[in-house]
Nanobody
Framework: QVQLVESGGGLVQAGGSLRLSCAAS????????MGWFRQAPGREREFVAT????????YYADSVKGRFTISRDNAKNTVYLHLNSLKPEDTAVYYC????????????WGQGTQVTVSS
């Protein structure tokens, strides 16, 4: 029912910045909680950040707190992740996810966008 398409990944130097975007396919996007996850080679998927449906609150993994910022523009059906002060260990495929009202875990996922941070 919901399609999510990530964009904005690429190769950046350590200490650099990048902005990821996630575009959703339906107007009801505004009622969904949104989040970002990432998965590095040989590792399990890990939580990165989440934002409430109305943008009133956000939450970050300790590993990215103070460096990454999640935001959303409901009028554009788009969620963003600003990655600052990037480290090589941030290298991963980044996925956006949507959580429908009444659920705790995401029920829609994008295909991912690669972020590679060089040293």
């Amino acid at each position: 029912q919901v399609q999510l398409v990530e964009s904005g990944g690429g190769l950046v130097q350590a200490g650099g910045s990048l902005r990821l975007s996630c575009a959703a396919s339906r107007r009801t996007f505004s009622s969904y909680g949104m989040g970002w996850f990432r998965q590095a080679p040989g590792r399990e998927r890990e939580f990165v950040a989440t934002i409430r449906w109305n943008g009133a609150s956000t939450y970050y993994a300790d590993s990215v707190k103070g460096r990454f910022t999640i935001s959303r523009d409901n009028a554009k059906n788009t969620v963003y992740l600003h990655l600052n002060s990037l480290k090589p260990e941030d290298t991963a495929v980044y996925y956006c996810a949507a959580t429908s009202p009444g659920q705790r875990l995401p029920d829609y996922w994008g295909q991912g966008t690669q972020v590679t941070v060089s040293s």
